[in-house]
């Protein structure tokens, strides 16, 4: 969602995100950013879409549970040309004119199960649902699952290490300085192993690892936690994502931890031949 609404803002599009907002203390449709200024905290918005809005400068970020009360706020304050629905494939309730869907093939190998007893929150026939499949790594999928995409455009992509941020979120330099480093990695995603593996490719030594429940809301007790860690291991470095970071730099006794975020970019093969399939199916004009 983040890559995809930088993409549309540089090539001059008013684009929105609209998001549920997961696990946040507010309810109804709340205005996190207008595109200039930060209104709302994590805890508030939910940390992803602080998250985005705290990296997209110039594209207001909604959250609402219902999704059409979140477009009419967006279009009332902001009438954007495209809003971006994040997490949205499964909110039939509100119409879109374009739906793409990200697919990990690797974890679709070793569990291709519903909810509870697997990952997948729709029958794999749902799939022809989609305009456009991205797949993770490339990875093929089970047949039970590509035999609904084979008429579908798609992309491969995958996560790349950007650079790494300091407990204020300013510039501390680029992955390279991982190379080598003692570190211990601390996350709380749905994919820790991705995040991890994103850190080995940077040739960081990891000395340890804390992998929390995804969208983990950090208290003073986990700072102690990582703390006792990093003496343990003798790590040099605590190095976690975004979503963790804006969370675990609000705690008390996070000051006295060597804290860096190590931010994440998104790389999609063909990118352009992407981006052009995106405006001739929605009908976006430049």
């Known amino acids: 969602?983040?890559?995809?609404?930088?993409?549309?803002?540089?090539?001059?599009?008013?684009?929105?995100?609209?998001?549920?907002?997961?696990?946040?203390?507010?309810?109804?449709?709340?205005?996190?950013?207008?595109?200039?200024?930060?209104?709302?905290?994590?805890?508030?918005?939910?940390?992803e879409p602080y998250l985005m809005a705290r990296r997209l400068e110039g594209v207001p970020v909604v959250v609402s549970e219902r999704r059409t009360l979140g477009a009419e706020l967006l279009k009332e304050r902001f009438n954007p040309q495209a809003i971006i629905l994040d997490d949205g494939f499964q909110h039939l309730a509100i119409e879109r004119d374009l739906d793409i869907v990200l697919l990990d093939?690797?974890?679709?190998?070793?569990?291709?199960?519903?909810?509870?007893?697997?990952?997948?929150?729709?029958?794999?026939?749902?799939?022809?649902r989609a305009d456009i499949v991205l797949l993770k790594g490339g990875a093929a999928l089970p047949h039970g699952f590509a035999h609904y995409i084979n008429d579908k455009p798609q992309w491969a992509f995958h996560y790349k290490a950007g650079g790494l941020l300091d407990k204020a979120f300013r510039e501390a330099g680029g992955p390279e300085l991982l190379e080598g480093r003692p570190i211990l990695a601390v996350c709380g995603i749905a994919e820790p192993a991705s995040f991890f593996a994103t850190l080995e490719a940077c040739g960081a030594e990891i000395r340890?690892?804390?992998?929390?429940?995804?969208?983990?809301?950090?208290?003073?007790e986990d700072v102690a936690a990582i703390k006792e860690s990093v003496e343990k291991t003798g790590a040099e470095w605590v190095v976690t994502t975004e979503k963790d970071g804006v969370k675990l730099t609000g705690c008390k006794g996070v000051d006295g931890?060597?804290?860096?975020?190590?931010?994440?970019?998104?790389?999609?093969?063909?990118?352009?031949?992407?981006?052009?399939?995106?405006?001739?199916?929605?009908?976006?004009?430049?």
């Not at 549920?20 to 309810?27: A, C, D, L, M």
């Not at 340890?208 to 003073?220: K, M, N």
């Open 1 to 47: 969602t983040l890559h995809l609404a930088d993409r549309l803002k540089n090539m001059g599009i008013k684009v929105a995100i609209l998001s549920r907002g997961y696990q946040r203390t507010t309810t109804g449709p709340k205005v996190v950013s207008d595109g200039e200024r930060l209104l709302m905290g994590p805890s508030e918005a939910g940390d």
């Open 105 to 128: 093939g690797r974890i679709l190998h070793e569990n291709p199960y519903l909810l509870p007893a697997g990952p997948v929150r729709e029958p794999a026939s749902s799939l022809k």
């Open 208 to 220: 340890g690892r804390l992998a929390f429940p995804d969208h983990h809301g950090y208290t003073s």
């Open 257 to 286: 931890l060597p804290l860096f975020v190590l931010t994440v970019d998104v790389a999609i093969d063909r990118e352009e031949e992407f981006m052009a399939k995106i405006m001739e199916l929605s009908g976006i004009e430049t």
